[in-house]
């Protein structure tokens, strides 16, 4: 595909903050973005130049939407992979149907990364009772069960801390296809965004360490201060996942970092990622423009930071601080949410240091 020029338009689908973001990049390339989303009064939208708001099993929305727009790309990896392929046949998507039907499977993404070398904790799919019993006696307790399809920030799984919990979590979780994987004592979790463009060129942004509040993301620190041989695998890890599965665009990847300084795929989303906000401010060329860059045919920017950097998430009533954020070190993002639930993102503060400062991270009281 030729690079589109100026002035054409990019369909998003999904109308979260991470459309939103990317819709602010693209407007500064001076691309118009159309949203395709359930909801009215989206973050994306509210951003955007125009809006479908439409299911996405909605066939006449989706024909529609295929005819005004010169590409697309999405920022929610739960879009039926149908939709996706009902787009492709009239105008290109990135990234395709492909990714998106592993990412959305954790058995898949699970098995993908296994078949490709990568180390992933045990793990076995749960799709019955005998499954499980079968699943429990492999890779015993403690050990987590996840639901396969739509799980996020902790929901759809449970840790089984003895072999007698198995039954009653998998009732908790409704009986869904299911996997088992062995509880991992990691030191850190980190994660890479890859971004591939289309003619196969791979980069990679710094590893970030993530650290979680009650199962939501609430700091990531770029770059992760673990071990370079850490570092190495994931980065290569993440460039051979966004390969193998001919992404085109951004492919974040988790991992969680063993106490012999080696990691462990865990999952990943073919689009933006909470953990590359960073890249904002700390990047010449952010996460959300690359990916803009890739959907649109332009050439990759550079993936280097300039600062290091750490973000902070703003969840539920976090938000509600806007003006002394504001007047902080760090950088304020909203996302227009009008209401504030809790566990829901309503923000976050990026704060940047020196690229070359010695104590990393940082103290608590230096953190956004
Ligand atoms: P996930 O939705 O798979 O990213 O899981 C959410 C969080 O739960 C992870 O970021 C970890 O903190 C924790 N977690 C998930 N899987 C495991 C595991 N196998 N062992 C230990 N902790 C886990």
């Known amino acids: 595909m030729k690079a589109l ?22 407007a500064r390339l001076g691309y118009r973005v159309h949203v395709f989303c359930p909801d009215w009064d989206s973050p994306a939208e509210q951003v955007s130049a125009a809006a479908t708001v439409a299911a996405y099993d909605d066939a006449a929305a989706l024909d529609a939407f295929a005819a005004s727009v010169d590409a697309v790309t999405l920022e929610f990896e739960n879009v039926p992979v149908a939709a996706v392929e009902r787009l492709a046949r009239t105008v290109p998507v990135r990234p395709g149907a492909r990714v998106l039907s592993v990412a959305q499977d954790r058995m898949a993404e699970k098995t993908t990364a296994r078949d490709l070398g990568i180390p992933v ?30 799980g996020y920030d902790g929901k759809g799984q449970r840790i089984i801390r003895k072999a007698s919990d198995a039954d009653a979590a998998f009732a908790d979780l409704g009986r869904a296809p299911a996997i088992l994987e062995a509880f991992v004592e990691f030191t850190s979790e980190i994660s890479v965004i890859a971004a591939r463009g289309e003619d196969g060129e791979t980069r990679t942004y710094a590893a970030v360490e993530n650290r979680h509040k009650d199962h939501i ?3 990531t620190i770029a770059p992760a201060a673990v071990a370079s041989a850490a570092i190495k695998q994931a980065e290569e890890a993440a460039r051979a996942l966004a390969d ?7 492919l974040a990847v988790e991992f969680f970092v063993t106490p012999e300084d080696g990691v462990l795929f865990n999952e990943m989303a073919p689009r933006p990622h909470n953990s590359g906000h960073w890249t904002i401010e700390a990047c010449r060329v952010s996460q959300f423009e690359q990916q803009v860059r890739a959907t649109a045919g332009l050439p990759l920017g550079p993936t280097g930071y300039h600062h290091r950097a750490v973000m902070r998430n703003l969840i539920g009533t976090d938000a509600d601080r806007w003006a002394d954020l504001a007047d902080g070190d760090g950088t304020l993002h909203l996302y227009g949410k009008a209401e504030s639930r809790p566990g829901r993102k309503m923000g976050h503060v990026t704060r940047l240091y020196a690229p070359d400062r010695p104590n990393w991270p940082p103290k608590e009281a230096e953190l956004p």
Do not use: C, H, N, Y
Request: hydrophobic share 50%; proline share 6%.
């Open 5 to 26: 020029p100026p002035g054409s338009t990019i369909g998003v689908l999904g109308g979260g903050q991470l459309g939103r973001m990317m819709a602010l990049a693209a």
């Open 244 to 250: 193998a599965l001919q992404v085109v665009g951004l």
């Open 217 to 219: 993301l609430d700091l």
């Open 121 to 150: 904790a045990p793990f076995e799919a749960v799709t019955s009772d005998t499954d499980l019993a079968d699943a429990i006696a492999s890779i015993g307790a403690p050990s987590v069960l996840k639901t396969r399809r739509e």
